[in-house]
């Protein structure tokens, strides 16, 4: 009986062993494989932005998250640099050592960029700059640049004002200059047609360019700074480039007691065209609203997609842009614009 009884018990012990052996192989398997397909399927893209200065930046973020969704297949690891170069190099580095698939840049400036780029190559991690450019001799150093013509958005905005009388009592055009971040490539080539058209018109000249670094609180501040010498008041333009130094003008300038638009005294050049400013346009407060696109989420993403076919793309991409003014817009546009 004993005998039977062991061997009884040896059996099911036996037996239970390899039941517990078989279920841990088949768990293994099943969370191995879910991890697996679940790591294998996410294209992991580092995305440094570099900032929230405007509603321009928070529109091209916006349209890059909107794209790059988990469920098409991205996990998009987003890092704000508050318009500070080094930020950017910092979170550069940290994607670099989290091994993503690839890396989308706006940068700040136009400098600075050859080394962490550099890294990013000897990393073996394709890189997409997007928005402004990168100033580098080696342009093997990133895959192409999606972003705006800004010369030729100057030129549009000086092509309207050379359409336009100069003041009848003084015979010229005093031109208040509102500039963007020093160095980045939508400030340089903006002010680089400003120039250039004040240079073909002796009857234009620049009565001042002050720093508004692309943000309403910075250009209302310099603008009212400005405007507290009565020698200042008699501008005839406002070359703004971007909406939000513009919205801090306009208040600048109601406080101040001056008029604007197409009855008043300052005519008003902007860049971005983003909902508001097209709405004053409309209302005939701004005179032009030169488009400046950020909605680059899809187009990116089509290069990453021939990208990853092995296909090969071009080096740099320019969106579609409009110059508005009350001539071309209506409330319809306004109304069916994404930003
Ligand atoms: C232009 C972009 C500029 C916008 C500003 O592509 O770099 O930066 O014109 C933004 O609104 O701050």
């Known amino acids: 009986m004993k005998r039977s009884s062991d061997t009884g018990r040896l059996i099911a012990t036996i037996i239970l062993m390899i039941t517990l052996a078989l279920a841990g192989v088949m768990m293994a398997a099943c969370k191995g494989g879910t991890e697996e397909t679940d790591e294998k399927e996410l294209f992991v893209i580092g995305f440094s932005q570099l900032g929230s200065e405007s509603d321009w930046r928070l529109a091209n973020t916006?349209?890059?998250?909107?794209?790059?969704?988990?469920d098409k297949g991205y996990e998009l690891v987003i890092q704000n640099a508050k318009q500070q170069q080094d930020n950017q190099f910092a979170a550069i580095r940290s994607f670099i050592l989290e091994g993503v698939d690839l890396i989308i840049i706006a940068p700040t400036?136009?400098?600075?960029w050859e080394n962490v780029l550099r890294e990013i190559h000897d990393a073996g991690i394709p890189v997409i700059i997007i928005d402004r450019s990168v100033a580098v001799w080696d342009t093997n150093l990133f895959l192409t640049n999606v972003g705006s013509d800004f010369l030729r958005q100057g030129q549009m905005a000086i092509e309207w004002l050379e359409s336009q009388p100069v003041n009848p009592d003084t015979g010229c055009l005093k031109i208040l200059h509102l500039q963007g971040t020093y160095?980045?490539?939508a400030q340089i080539q903006r002010t680089r047609a400003l120039e250039e058209g004040v240079e073909a018109h002796p009857e234009w000249y620049i009565a001042s360019q002050l720093y508004g670094d692309f943000t309403e609180a910075k250009g209302y501040e310099v603008m009212t700074e400005y405007l507290s010498d009565p020698e200042n008041?008699?501008?005839d333009v406002i070359y703004s480039e971007n909406d939000n130094m513009t919205f801090g003008a306009i208040q600048a300038l109601e406080e101040a007691g001056i008029t604007y638009g197409d009855e008043g005294q300052v005519k008003i050049i902007t860049f971005d065209a983003t909902k508001k400013a097209l709405q004053l346009c409309m209302d005939g407060k701004i005179s032009v609203c030169v488009e400046c696109n950020p909605m680059h989420g899809p187009v990116v993403e089509d290069l990453i997609s021939r990208y990853r076919a092995g296909e090969s793309i071009p080096r740099q991409i320019f969106v579609d842009e409009t110059c508005f003014t009350r001539d071309n817009l209506t409330q319809e546009i306004i109304d069916g614009r994404e930003y």
């Open 109 to 112: 400036v136009e400098e600075g």
């Open 62 to 70: 916006k349209s890059m998250m909107d794209t790059f969704t988990n």
């Open 233 to 235: 008041r008699d501008i």
């Open 183 to 185: 160095g980045a490539t």
